[in-house]
């Protein structure tokens, strides 16, 4: 089982609908989590951390945390077709300096 | 500009020409890691740094050195690159032990012939 997993997509996704990636974990020790945006070409971004369980809002972002279940999403409210990029999961264990990536999903917003 | 900066930015080279990809940054970060992006396989760490002359591995350290003399710099070198050493390479930093604040550099394609 990989440390980070998630749904490689493409999701497709019209524009000003709700994206929604998902992201699961195998290591239960994890604390921290992280939503990177890549756009292609280009380096990763941070958008978004989340430590406790629930929701956490930015702006159109909505990150949440489920760690009896072991899964990390991340909402993305009225897409846009500059939300159009792969979105990378990540997971740290507090302490440790891994930080362990998910390989991605590709999010294709449709105008 | 708070920037991480690489170079080069591309590099074509063949099996077993040493090499080295620098990478800086001007925010005075303590924390410094090199990353590779393969399809499929996504980001996997390199090396890290938490600060100078303080280096560990990271998930994926074979065939590659570090070394971190001063701190805005972050070398990462291949003594002998090898075909499976083709990737897409960034740099990071960050401030604290958190990774809420990691900038990346714009990355360093590599491709060993």
């Known amino acids: 089982q990989k440390e980070v997993e998630q749904n490689s997509g493409p999701l497709s996704v019209p524009e000003g609908a709700i994206a929604s990636l998902n992201c699961t974990y195998s290591?239960?020790?994890?604390?921290?989590f992280f939503w990177y945006r890549q756009y292609s070409g280009k380096s990763p971004e941070l958008i978004m951390f989340?430590?406790?369980?629930g929701d956490k809002e930015d702006g159109r972002f909505t990150a949440q945390l489920n760690k009896a279940s072991q899964y990390v999403s991340l909402l993305i409210r009225d897409s846009q077709p500059s939300d159009s990029a792969t979105y990378l999961c990540?997971?740290?264990?507090?302490?440790?300096?891994?930080?362990?990536f998910g390989t991605g999903t590709r999010l294709t917003i449709i105008p | 500009e708070a920037q991480v900066t690489q170079n080069p930015r591309y590099l074509i080279t063949v099996t077993g020409k040493k090499l080295t990809v620098t990478c800086s940054q001007n925010?005075?970060?303590?924390?410094m890691s090199w990353y590779r992006q393969d399809p499929g396989l996504g980001l996997r760490q390199i090396y890290y740094?938490?600060?100078?002359?303080?280096?560990d591995k990271g998930d994926v350290p074979e065939g590659y050195k570090v070394s971190r003399k001063e701190k805005r710099n972050f070398p990462l070198i291949l003594e002998s690159p090898s075909p499976n050493q083709t990737s897409l390479y960034f740099c990071?930093?960050?401030?604290?032990?958190?990774?809420?604040?990691?900038?990346f550099g714009p990355g360093t394609r590599l491709t060993v012939l």
């Open positions: 740094s938490m600060n100078v002359e303080v280096t």
């Open positions: 925010m005075n970060h303590e924390y």
């Open positions: 989340i430590y406790s369980n």
């Open positions: 990071a930093s960050r401030f604290g032990s958190s990774y809420n604040e990691q900038f």
């Open positions: 290591d239960r020790g994890s604390q921290s």
């Open positions: 990540a997971v740290n264990l507090f302490g440790n300096e891994k930080l362990t």
